[in-house]
C-alpha cells in the first residue's frame, strides 16, 4: 500500500506544478504590454526572473543535508509550499507593480517552485534506485506536468486576454497548497542529526566531482537542450510575426500537453534496457527532426509540428533524465539530481536569452522566418554536439557493465 501511495504523492505534486502554468501566457503578456519589453529585453527578465531554476543544487543542499524535524523531505516540502502561496498572493496583491517588485516576486515564486520540486526528485532518486523505477516514476510525474497542459494551455490563453492579471495570480497560489497537503504521501524513514546526515551527503556529492561520466551526462544534457528558438524568439515570432492570437498560441500548449501526456506513456513503457536507445535515438532522430522547424509557418504545420515535437520532446528528455538519476549517490540524491535539471534549466536560460537577442536583430536585417531557420539550426548543431557524450556515459555505466 505504501508504494502505492508514491504514485499519488508524484501525481498530485506534477499537477499542482503543471496547473502553476495557467499563469505563464498572461505573465508574458505582462511583459510585452503592461511593462512594455522588446523580446530582447523580456529575454532578460525572463532569465532574471528564472534564475533559481539554474542554481537548484543548492536548494538540494537544505533537503539532502539538512534534516527538518528529523526528516529530509517531508518539512521542507510544507514550508516552501505556503511560501510560494503568499508570493502569488503579494504579488496579486500590488494595484500596479513596476518593473523590480514583478521580478522580485517571480523570483520568491520560483524559489518556492524550485526547492519543492527538488523535495519530489530526492524521494524520486531515493526510492526509484531503491526499487529499479527511476524512469517509471519520472514517466508518472512529467505525464501529469503535460496532461496539466490541456487545461493551462487554452485557459492561460483565455486568462491572458479575458481576466485581469490579479486574479490569475490569486488563482496560481491555490495550487502549491496541494503540494502541502502531498507531504503525508512521502514514503520516508527518520534519518540522523545533522552532522552525521551532512558528512553521508557530501561522501556521496565529492564522489560526484571526480566521476568523469557525471561530467559527460551534464554536457551532453546542456547541448542536447540548447535550442535558442524557442521560448522568447518563439513567442514573439507567433504573436507578431505570424500574428497568432492568445486562444491559439494557449491552444498549442494544450495539444502540447496531450502530445507530451502520450510521450510519457511511451517511455514507460520502454523503461529497463530500452531507455538507453531512447537516449541515442534523442541525438540521431532528434537532429533531423527539429530540421522540420523550417516549416513552421502556417496554423497547420504548426499544429503539427507542436504535436510531434511535444511526443518526442518528451520521450527523448525523459531518457536524459533516467540516465541522470541513475548516477546519483546515496545521501545526496536530491542536490545531484537538482545540478543535472539545473544544467536543463541553464542551457534554456541561456539559449531563450540568446535567442530573444539574436532573433531581434536577425529580424529587422533579414526578416523574421530567416532569423528563426538560422536559429533553428544552431539548435540543431547542439543536438548533434551532445552525441560523443553520450556514447562516453553509456559505455561507462556500472549499471549496464
Known amino acids: ?3 502505492d501511495r508514491i504514485y499519488l504523492f508524484f501525481a498530485i505534486n506534477y499537477f499542482a506544478q503543471g496547473m502553476g502554468g495557467l499563469a505563464y501566457e498572461p505573465v508574458s503578456y505582462y511583459l510585452k504590454d503592461a511593462l512594455g519589453l522588446g523580446p530582447a529585453q523580456a529575454a532578460a527578465f ?10 537548484k543544487p543548492l536548494f538540494g543542499v537544505l533537503t539532502d543535508f539538512l534534516p527538518w524535524a528529523g526528516k529530509r523531505r517531508a518539512p521542507h516540502l510544507i514550508a516552501v509550499s505556503l511560501f510560494t502561496s503568499l508570493s502569488w498572493l503579494l504579488l496579486a496583491g500590488l494595484k500596479s507593480p513596476g518593473y523590480g517588485a514583478a521580478l522580485l516576486l517571480l523570483i520568491a515564486v520560483n524559489v518556492g517552485f524550485v526547492l519543492s520540486d527538488v523535495v519530489c526528485d530526492g524521494v524520486m532518486v531515493e526510492r526509484g534506485k531503491e526499487r529499479g523505477k527511476t524512469g517509471l516514476y519520472q514517466a508518472v510525474s512529467i505525464g501529469t506536468l503535460y496532461a496539466t497542459l490541456v487545461v493551462t494551455g487554452f485557459g492561460g490563453g483565455w486568462l491572458a486576454q479575458h481576466a485581469p492579471y490579479r486574479w490569475v495570480f490569486v488563482l496560481t497560489a491555490c495550487f502549491p497548497l496541494l503540494t502541502a497537503l502531498s507531504a503525508r504521501w512521502i514514503d520516508e524513514a527518520g534519518v540522523g542529526d ?5 558528512a553521508r551527503g557530501w561522501e556521496g556529492l565529492s564522489g560526484m566531482f571526480r566521476d568523469p561520466r557525471a561530467w559527460a551526462v551534464a554536457l551532453g544534457i546542456f547541448l542536447w537542450s540548447f535550442c535558442p528558438f524557442l521560448g522568447t524568439a518563439q513567442f514573439y515570432y507567433q504573436s507578431e510575426a505570424l500574428g497568432l492570437s492568445p486562444i491559439f498560441i494557449g491552444g498549442l500548449s494544450t495539444a502540447g500537453g496531450l502530445a507530451g501526456l502520450l510521450g510519457a506513456g ?4 520502454l523503461t529497463g534496457d530500452g531507455t538507453d536507445k531512447v537516449a541515442r535515438a534523442s541525438v540521431w532522430l532528434g537532429a533531423p527532426l527539429s530540421l522540420l522547424y523550417l516549416f513552421y509557418r502556417g496554423p497547420l504545420s504548426i499544429v503539427i509540428l507542436t504535436l510531434l515535437f ?4 518528451v520521450v527523448f528528455r525523459l531518457a536524459w533524465m533516467d540516465l541522470a538519476a541513475r548516477t546519483c549517490p546515496e ?7 537538482a545540478a543535472y535539471m539545473a544544467v536543463f534549466n541553464i542551457a534554456a536560460s541561456v539559449s531563450n536569452t540568446l535567442g530573444g537577442r539574436f532573433y531581434e536583430s536577425l529580424a529587422a536585417s533579414h526578416g523574421a522566418y530567416a532569423a528563426m531557420a538560422i536559429l533553428s539550426l544552431v539548435g540543431t548543431a547542439g543536438t548533434l554536439a551532445a552525441w560523443p557524450c553520450l556514447r562516453f556515459a553509456l559505455r561507462n555505466d556500472p549499471a549496464r557493465a
Request: glycine letters at 6%; a positive charge.
Open 331 to 337: 545521501g545526496a540524491e536530491a542536490t545531484v539530481f
Open 266 to 269: 511511451v517511455f514507460a513503457r
Open 310 to 313: 511535444s511526443l518526442t520532446g
Open 46 to 55: 525572463v532569465a532574471w526572473m528564472t534564475l533559481p531554476l539554474t542554481i
Open 194 to 198: 545533522v552532522k552525521e546526515t551532512a
Open 1 to 3: 500500500m505504501k508504494r
